[in-house]
């Protein structure tokens, strides 16, 4: 469903968001790590479904316009633009929320990758 080029990528920013999910576990300030994870999966997911550039612009702007949306899967992108705002201006003290926030983006990042990538 969608090329090598771009299912390359998408897998590797869900395997690499899933590291750093690992290593802010052990990390003395883990919140940088916790948000480029999320940041990381929701990259992924832009590259599953195309060109990642003009789905953030597209997404960043109804974020922005606070626009309602009807189709599922860009009201989904624009929910994940919304955690990962909130989540940027928690405190440093908001670690277990901002990891739990995390989690649930990965997860769903991960399942929309996963449906995507499948070989033909």
Same mark, same amino acid.
């Given at each position: ?41 929701q990259t992924a ?8 550039l003009?789905? %953030?612009? =597209?997404?960043?702007?109804?974020? &922005?316009?606070?626009? !309602?949306v009807?189709?599922? @899967?860009l ?7 919304d955690?990962?705002?909130?989540? %940027?201006? =928690?405190p440093d003290?908001?670690? &277990?929320?901002?990891? !739990?926030?995390?989690a649930? @983006? ?10 995507l990538?499948?070989?033909d």
């Amino acid at each position: 469903m969608i090329d090598d080029f771009r299912k390359g990528w998408a897998l590797r920013y869900i395997r690499e968001a899933e590291d750093e999910m690992k290593a802010s576990r052990k990390a003395a300030k883990p919140l940088y790590l916790i948000l480029d994870a999320a940041r990381k999966a929701q990259t992924a997911v832009y590259y599953s479904l195309g060109d990642p550039l003009y789905i %953030e612009g =597209l997404v960043q702007e109804i974020y &922005e316009d606070g626009r !309602n949306v009807e189709n599922p @899967i860009l009201r989904c992108l624009v929910e994940i633009e919304d955690t990962l705002q909130r989540m %940027e201006s =928690l405190p440093d003290s908001a670690d &277990e929320e901002a990891f !739990n926030d995390a989690a649930e @983006i990965i997860k769903i990042a991960s399942g929309i990758v996963k449906l995507l990538a499948v070989e033909d």
